[in-house]
């Protein structure tokens, strides 16, 4: 069945470090391809998505970019901040159901 | 809007014991989803409804977990008898359609369950 992998944490950054959360996908057919993100205390919410090969999704200076040759999808940020602390969920969407990873906590010192 | 709306936010019980969590969709959500997220398996999808209605509960673990939406606003998951191994964070999420590729989920908070 679908699977998605990401990288195991806890990452630890000094603020205004870069980010990369690696996430790679099994899939059949060509799934979309989420990140979302769990602050504390807080339930999931819908960081970015690419839908094709491809194409990149952003959102509040995070990146993504979709690579079918490389069944990957790793979440970018180019300086973090301290409100980034929060745990990164990867997700495949495919015709049957959504699928998440295990999750990457990310915790930002100042 | 409120977004969904899980209760309690954490629960502690003995084994043996019956438990039942509680959620809220947003209004105007067709679809309710109950997730269950612990350290070894990540995030698994216990079961989902449609217009109240049972779709697939192929990701429910066993006879002891059971869930029901009696009307659009409301649903209950139940644990009966709870076991060590049900401790987990148990989401419930709600969307507008159903479109796997597409949709956006919105989460609730969560219900922290520790059975000791």
């Known amino acids: 069945g679908d699977s998605v992998t990401q990288m195991e944490g806890p990452v630890t950054l000094s603020e205004e470090a870069f980010l990369t959360i690696n996430c790679t996908y099994t899939?059949?057919?060509?799934?979309?391809l989420f990140w979302y993100v769990q602050y504390p205390g807080e339930g999931l919410q819908l960081l970015l998505k690419?839908?094709?090969?491809?194409d990149k999704g952003s959102n509040k200076g995070f990146e993504a970019t979709y690579r079918k040759e490389t069944t990957s999808f790793h979440l970018e940020k180019g300086s973090v901040q301290v409100s980034d602390s929060a745990v990164y969920f990867c997700?495949?969407?495919?015709?049957?159901?959504?699928?998440f990873g295990k999750g990457t906590k990310l915790t930002v010192n100042p | 809007d409120a977004g969904v709306i899980q209760s309690p936010r954490h629960e502690v019980t003995e084994m043996g014991q019956e438990v039942t969590l509680r959620c809220k969709p947003i209004s105007g959500h067709d679809y309710l989803f109950w997730y269950r997220q612990t350290m070894m398996r990540g995030l698994e999808l216990l079961i989902y409804?449609?217009?109240?209605?049972?779709?697939?509960d192929s990701g429910m673990p066993e006879d002891r977990f059971s869930a029901k939406m009696p009307n659009a606003s409301f649903s209950t998951l139940k644990i009966q008898p709870s076991e060590p191994r049900d401790s987990a964070v148990y989401f419930c999420?709600?969307?507008?359609?159903?479109?796997?590729?597409?949709?956006?989920?919105?989460f609730g908070s969560g219900t922290q369950l520790s059975v000791l």
């Open positions: 999420a709600s969307s507008v359609v159903l479109s796997w590729a597409n949709e956006k989920l919105f």
């Open positions: 899939a059949t057919g060509y799934p979309s």
């Open positions: 409804f449609n217009n109240n209605v049972p779709i697939d």
């Open positions: 690419a839908t094709k090969a491809d």
């Open positions: 997700a495949s969407g495919g015709s049957e159901k959504l699928v």
